[in-house]
């Protein structure tokens, strides 16, 4: 059967191929050759992107890619050869789109890189940082975190741009010192927004959102901060990113704001952020527990449903179901014959 490709004309197998989310294509992938070649063609992945994404966000991700790899070129070392740059330059020309792909749906945010921090580096008179410093740290994948020193009005937030539809869990990479200070009745926000683009690029905010709330116990950050190192916090709510679509000759899609807040007059201090990101739900993936649980299950079950769960347009409440069991990112390097253990490991050494 995997034959009757090679008897379709080329722009068929691309528009066939563009309607495939990426895990299929890495099963595809697996068959033979010739269907290997078509997923590794980067042509297939710049259709996938412009088919997926607003061209505002393809174009926005271009840059950062850019600015990304010409920071990594400068930290090389001086020694390199001349020959071994240019295969570097072949190889990167040849991968563009799909490694901006893999860059688009990969839906994470290093918060002292997005810095949607209030008061963060802020200085007082004398030149002293204080409320919200960014530190470096060789345990992120950016290279730094945020510290919070002090504060009084405790607001950090981030935005996903044009995430992919799914059902996703919500998960925050902290650590807590363990002499902090009041984290009672910090509030854990996602907001779903619909957005709208049209032919000429004007982007709009449509009124539809879903918006998810949950407030952890106290005890929740003392747990965390016996562990004494970084934890991924997952959110006991699960997101429904709904399906794409065109309405009036606009294309909608959706972003998601995050946020962490807690606008009391009463001093909070000693917590640590590296990054939020959304990770396709999986039954399957156990998290670690932070909350109190006297009889583990039972308990858990109850903290769910102690959340708060806000959907301002029903239409497309338990409307969306996805089976994907990572981000789409992963597929996109696994379509290259390229090894993983999870979502979080990556190789390029193909």
Partial sequence: MANIFSEIPYEIVVKILILLPAKDLCSISLVNKNLLSFTQDDYVWQSI???????????????????????????ETSNSESKNDEQQVTVSEHSEWKRLYKRLSKHINFIAKERGVVWLDCQDGGGIRHHWQTLI????????????????????????????????????????????????????????????????????????????????QST????????????????????????RKV?????????????????????????????????????????????????????????I????????????EDEYEDDDDDDDSIYADYADNVAYHDDDVYSDDV
């Fill in 49 to 75: 992107c412009i088919s997926r994404f607003p061209a505002n966000r393809i174009s926005e991700e271009q840059k950062n890619m850019i600015a990304d790899e010409a920071t990594s070129k400068i930290q």
């Fill in 137 to 216: 740290n060789s345990q992120s994948e950016f290279g730094k975190v945020v510290y919070l020193k002090y504060v009084w009005w405790f607001d950090v937030s981030s935005t996903l741009k044009s995430v992919l539809p799914g059902t996703y869990d919500v998960v925050w990479r902290l650590k807590i010192d363990r002499d902090q200070l009041n984290f009672q009745n910090l509030n854990f926000r996602t907001t779903v927004i619909e957005k709208a683009k049209d032919e000429i690029d004007t982007e709009t905010n449509l009124h539809n959102e879903q918006e998810y709330t949950h407030i952890p």
């Fill in 220 to 243: 929740t950050y003392d747990n965390i901060a016996h562990k004494r190192d970084w934890v991924e916090y997952c959110l006991p709510y699960k997101i429904v990113v709904p399906e």
């Fill in 247 to 303: 309405v009036d000759d606009k294309l909608v899609y959706y972003d998601v704001h995050l946020k962490i807040y807690n606008h009391q007059g009463y001093l909070k201090s000693g917590l640590w952020i590296d990054y939020v990101r959304l990770r396709e739900h999986d039954e399957n993936r156990v998290y670690e527990q932070f909350e109190d649980n006297n009889n583990n299950h039972e308990q858990f079950e109850d903290n």
């Fill in 305 to 316: 449903n102690n959340y708060d769960y806000i959907v301002y347009d029903d239409e497309y």
